[in-house]
C-alpha cells in the first residue's frame, strides 16, 4: 500500500509516537529472552507497563526522553542547537531517570562543558562506545530539517555528544537519511533498500539477523530493520521488536520511528497512541517540528 498521501503534520507526529510506542511497548520485555517472554506473555501485543524498570502502562524510558531532549534542543536554536540539547540533557538526567544507558551516564558524568571532549573521555575509560543511545534519540533531525546535508551533519553532530564510536555516527546518518526519503513520500522498503546498500545492515532485509538483539548499534539497527521489512502495518512492527527481548525497547523506539513516519500518525492504533502518558508533551513538540520543517522546505 502506498502511504504518499500522508500529510507532513502526520509523519511527524507519526514518527514522535513511534518512538514511544515502541519504547514503551518494549519496556516491558526488556533484558528478557524470547523464550521467556513466550512463557510469561505468549506473545505480548499490548503496553502494560512491569518489566525490569516497573514501568507504568504507557510510561516511557530514556529513548523517548532523549529523543524529546534533541527535538526541544533544536526547536530552541535551529541554527545551533548542540548546546541547548546538552542542558536538556543535563536537566533530564538530573531529574534521576529510571534507566539511562552506561555510555550515556559516563559521557554525562565526563562533560565539562565540551560535549565531544565527554564522549571521547567515556569511550577511554570505558573501552567503548558502539552502544545504540545516540541512534535511538536521532529522528527529530530528520524531522526538522529538510536539506540531506543538515541533516547528516546534525544527526552526526548529536551522537558525537555522547557517542565517540564512528559506527554510531554512522548509525544515525543512514537511520536518518531513510526517515528522509519517507518523509518526501517514499515507499519504505526501496528507501530501506536504497540506503543500506552495501553497508553491514542489507542482509537483515532478507533474513533474521546472525546476532542477539544487544544494545550495540550494529545489532541494534540491523533487528529494527528486519523488523521493519517484515512487519505489516505499525502495530506488527513495534510487536515484532517486543517481542525480541534483549533492548527490545530500544529496538522498538528505532523501528516504531521510522514506521510512525511511514504509516503516519494514523496509522498507530488508537489503543497504542491513547497510552502513552506524555502525550500532551509530544503533541507539543510535534506541531512546532511541523512548523519549523514547513519553513525549511519552503526555504530550500
Not at 51 to 64: A, C, I, R, S
Not at 220 to 248: E, H, I, K, M, P
Request: charged fraction near 25%; glycine fraction near 12%; include cysteine.
Amino acid at each position: 500500500m502506498s502511504d504518499k498521501g500522508k500529510s507532513l503534520a502526520d509523519r511527524i507526529k507519526g514518527g514522535l509516537y513511534g518512538v514511544a510506542v515502541g519504547d514503551a511497548l518494549g519496556g516491558t520485555t526488556e533484558f528478557m529472552s524470547a523464550k521467556e517472554i513466550r512463557r510469561k506473555y505468549g506473545y505480548l501485543t499490548d503496553i502494560i507497563g512491569g518489566g525490569v524498570w516497573d514501568l507504568e502502562p504507557g510510561e516511557v524510558t530514556d529513548d523517548t526522553m532523549m529523543t524529546l531532549c534533541v527535538a526541544e534542543g533544536i526547536l530552541d536554536y535551529p541554527d545551533d542547537p548542540m548546546a541547548s540539547i546538552g542542558e536538556r540533557f543535563l536537566a533530564w538526567y538530573r531529574s534521576d531517570p529510571k534507566d539511562i544507558g552506561n555510555i550515556i551516564r559516563r559521557a554525562f558524568t565526563r562533560y565539562d562543558g565540551h560535549w565531544f571532549e565527554a564522549a571521547f573521555l567515556a569511550d577511554q575509560d570505558l573501552g567503548r562506545s558502539a552502544g545504540n543511545g545516540s541512534l535511538m534519540r536521532c529522528l527529530p533531525v530528520a524531522l526538522a530539517y529538510a536539506d540531506p546535508d543538515r541533516v547528516n551533519r546534525m544527526s552526526r553532530m548529536q551522537s558525537k555528544m555522547t557517542h565517540y564510536d564512528e559506527r554510531c555516527n554512522e548509525a544515525c546518518g543512514l537511520y536518518n537519511r531513510i526517515a528522509l526519503r519517507l518523509l518526501n513520500g517514499e515507499e519504505l522498503r526501496p528507501a530501506m533498500a536504497a540506503e543500506t546498500q552495501g553497508t553491514p545492515y542489507a542482509s537483515a532485509l532478507a533474513e533474521a539477523p546472525d546476532c542477539e538483539p544487544t544494545g550495540f548499534v550494529v545489532d541494534t539497527l540491523r533487528w529494527a530493520f528486519y523488523c521493519l521489512q517484515q512487519g505489516d502495518g505499525f502495530a506488527d512492527v513495534v510487536q515484532r521488536a517486543a517481542n525480541l527481548g534483549g533492548d527490545s525497547d530500544t529496538i522498538g523506539a528505532i523501528a516504531g520511528g521510522l514506521a510512525g513516519v511511514y504509516y503516519g500518525y494514523a496509522g498507530i492504533p488508537t489503543a497504542f497512541a491513547g497510552a502513552i502518558l506524555i502525550k500532551d508533551r509530544l503533541d507539543a513538540v510535534a506541531v512546532r517540528l511541523t512548523a519549523l520543517r514547513q519553513a525549511a522546505s519552503d526555504d530550500s
